[in-house]
């Protein structure tokens, strides 16, 4: 009887990861929808929920937590929206918890180096995905690496993801921003760096942590082993 429970258990756990997952990712559509309900409806981008370091210490504290929901053309929310849900549909990790974490380090990535980097965020402002998705693309690349058939093909990624990064911090400019079919406002390249420091590092610091972890199950093993009478 206990076998048969833990084989129908070890058979929900990957539906179980699939519907926390389905879960995670129409709550971040609703966000979409909603912080951008006057783009859909009018045209007209929620400006007072973009991050503006001058609003923010003012005591709109909110802009912290919005602006990368924000966008500010119908275009520009498509193209961001549907390489980030992709993305993040594509993780690897089973872990909701850590997921999370995914996104909290390439949000932080992605706002706090323009914020010491970029002296023109005072003036436009920052908002959109497109910094926590090559944050996304950071953490898909590596979790690639760390498989035996996409070893080649995570190295690939990674590589051209660097230089697509490095590219912009010299020269100023997205790549390939001239063959945009509508308007993306004007970025600020850092983001996208930003983004992809935050994700390597969240993934970086779960790496080692699982390097160094006992299982409770191994540690028990081993004291028993030991303490076992002869």
């Not at 979409?32 to 504290?61: C, R, S, Y």
């Amino acid at each position: 009887m206990r076998s048969a429970t833990y084989t129908y258990k070890a058979k929900q756990i990957p539906t179980l990861i699939l519907n926390r997952k389905t879960f995670e990712m129409r709550s971040i559509f609703a966000l979409l929808i909603l912080t951008n309900l006057g783009l859909l409806l009018g045209n007209t981008p929620a400006t007072n929920l973009m991050f503006q370091p001058i609003a923010v210490a003012t005591g709109e504290w909110w802009r912290i937590l919005s602006w990368p929901f924000v966008h500010v053309s119908r275009y520009h929310l498509l193209l961001d929206a549907t390489a980030f849900l992709l993305l993040y549909a594509g993780l690897n990790e089973t872990k909701s918890g850590r997921r999370i974490g995914y996104l909290m380090a390439t949000f932080c990535g992605s706002l706090l180096l323009p914020f010491l980097a970029s002296p023109q965020i005072e003036q436009i402002g920052l908002c959109g995905l497109s910094g926590p998705a090559h944050g996304l693309l950071a953490i898909s690349a590596l979790e690639l690496r760390n498989t035996g058939n996409g070893k080649n093909t995570g190295n690939l990624l990674l590589t051209g993801l660097l230089l697509k990064t490095g590219w912009e911090l010299l020269t100023g400019n997205t790549f390939l921003q001239q063959v945009h079919l509508g308007d993306i406002g004007q970025p600020i390249v850092t983001t996208h760096a930003g983004g992809v420091i935050g994700g390597t590092l969240c993934f970086l610091f779960y790496t080692i942590g699982d390097k160094n972890h006992v299982p409770p199950s191994s540690s028990a093993g081993a004291r028993g082993f030991k303490n076992k009478p002869f």
